[in-house]
C-alpha cells in the first residue's frame, strides 16, 4: 500500500541555519504529495504541495521539489527562524483519490 | 469564518460511554475525514466520505462510526469508548488536489 516516510526528529538547529527534513514515498500511479506545518496546540495547516513530477511547492521560504525519480519530496528552509519550530509532516494523496496518508512527523526546535 | 469546526475541544470519557464528535465545514468541500493522533504515530485515517450519504473506512476504523447527511456536517461516534481510544481527533475536509483544511482538534481522554 502507499506510505510515507520522513525522518525521524527532534531536529534542532539555530537560528538562520539551513533546513532539510527529508521524505520519500511509496505509491502507486502519480500521487499529489503535500507538507503541512502543525504548531502547538493546533490543527496541521497546509504548507505547500505539488501534484506532479518536478513540480516544485513553495510558501513562507519553504521549499520541496516532487522527484519522481528517487521518489522524494524533502523540505527545505535557507534560513530557519524561531517561529518556525513546529512538527512537519509529509503527505501524499493518490491518483484521482482523497485519501490522504501521512507520515509520522518531524518535530523541529529552532534556538535563538 | 470559513473553515472546519470541531466540537467539543477537550472531552473526558468513562470506559463503555458513547458520545459523537462534531465536525462541520462551510466550503462545499466534497470530501471530508477523521483522523487520530497518537504520539509518535503520525495521523491515522478512521472513516472518510467523498460526499454526501458515501463514507468508507480508513486505517483505524474500528469502534468508530460515521455518517453524512449532508456536505456540511461529518460526525464520528464512539459507541463504546476504551482507553485506547484516548487520543487526539481532527477532522478535515478538502478537494481533489489542493489539499486539506483542518479543524484544531478534540483532545479525547477515556478513563
Known amino acids: 500500500g502507499d506510505s510515507v516516510t520522513q525522518m525521524e526528529g527532534p531536529v534542532t538547529l539555530s537560528e538562520e541555519a539551513c533546513l532539510t527534513i527529508n521524505c520519500t514515498y511509496t505509491a502507486t500511479g502519480y500521487p499529489s504529495l503535500f507538507w503541512y506545518v502543525q504548531y502547538p496546540g493546533e490543527g496541521l495547516q497546509l504548507l505547500l504541495k505539488a501534484t506532479k513530477a518536478d513540480d516544485k511547492g513553495s510558501n513562507k521560504g519553504f521549499e520541496a521539489t516532487y522527484r519522481k525519480e528517487t521518489t522524494s519530496f524533502h523540505l527545505e528552509k535557507g534560513s530557519v527562524q524561531v517561529s518556525d519550530s513546529a512538527v512537519y509532516f509529509c503527505?501524499?494523496?493518490?491518483?484521482?483519490?482523497?485519501?490522504?496518508?501521512f507520515g509520522a512527523g518531524t518535530r523541529l526546535f529552532v534556538k535563538a | 469564518n470559513a473553515g472546519v469546526t470541531q466540537t467539543p475541544k477537550f472531552q473526558v470519557l468513562k470506559t463503555g460511554q458513547s458520545m459523537t464528535l462534531q465536525c462541520a465545514q462551510d466550503m462545499n468541500h466534497e470530501y471530508m475525514s477523521w483522523y487520530r493522533q497518537d504520539p509518535g504515530m503520525g495521523l491515522r485515517l478512521i472513516h472518510y466520505?467523498?460526499?454526501?450519504?458515501?463514507?468508507d473506512q480508513g486505517e483505524v476504523p474500528n469502534g468508530y462510526n460515521v455518517s453524512r447527511s449532508t456536505t456540511e456536517d461529518f460526525p464520528l461516534r464512539l459507541l463504546s469508548a476504551a482507553p485506547s481510544q484516548t487520543s487526539v481527533y481532527f477532522c478535515?475536509?478538502?478537494?481533489?488536489?489542493?489539499?486539506?483544511?483542518f479543524g484544531s482538534g478534540t483532545r479525547l481522554t477515556v478513563v
Open positions: 478535515a475536509s478538502g478537494t481533489t488536489g489542493y489539499g486539506y483544511t
Open positions: 503527505a501524499l494523496t493518490n491518483t484521482g483519490g482523497f485519501k490522504t496518508i
Open positions: 466520505s467523498v460526499g454526501a450519504g458515501i463514507t
